[in-house]
């Protein structure tokens, strides 16, 4: 299994901003799709932003639509979120997914990509 590796996480006060990383340079490719999924204690996983990494589309949660912006390096080999107008409600555990199958996939699909990293905390004070 090749690795992601986030980086970025990190302490906020409500309404600042934070920008996650993932790193994924051991792969040859970019995989099909990439996406980023958080997890709060005591929650379910929540599938947050999802980018198609040939054309770029992009998908996001209601809850995060026109604060976070995902986007890829391809060449790099990084995926990013852009994290705005931070809420204590986006406190969690955000993880890294890449699926390499070539389908179309929700924003909830990305919780059940088959490949994640290892996560990376993120806490937002009111």
């Known amino acids: 299994q090749v690795p992601l590796v986030e980086s970025g996480g990190g302490s906020v006060q409500a309404g600042g901003s934070l920008r996650l990383s993932c790193a994924y340079s051991g792969y040859t490719y970019s995989p099909y799709s990439m996406g980023w999924f958080r997890q709060a204690p005591g929650k379910e996983r929540e599938g947050v932003a999802r980018?198609?990494?040939?054309?770029?589309?992009?998908v996001y949660a209601d809850s995060v639509k026109g604060r976070f912006i995902i986007s890829r390096d391809n060449a790099k080999k990084t995926l990013n979120l852009q994290m705005n107008s931070l809420k204590p409600e986006d406190t969690a555990m955000y993880y890294c997914?890449?699926?390499?199958?070539?389908?179309?996939?929700?924003?909830?699909?990305?919780?059940?990509?088959?490949?994640r990293g290892q996560g990376t905390q993120v806490v937002v004070s009111s």
């Open positions: 980018i198609y990494n040939r054309d770029g589309t992009t």
């Open positions: 997914a890449a699926d390499d199958r070539v389908m179309a996939t929700t924003i909830r699909d990305v919780t059940s990509f088959p490949y």
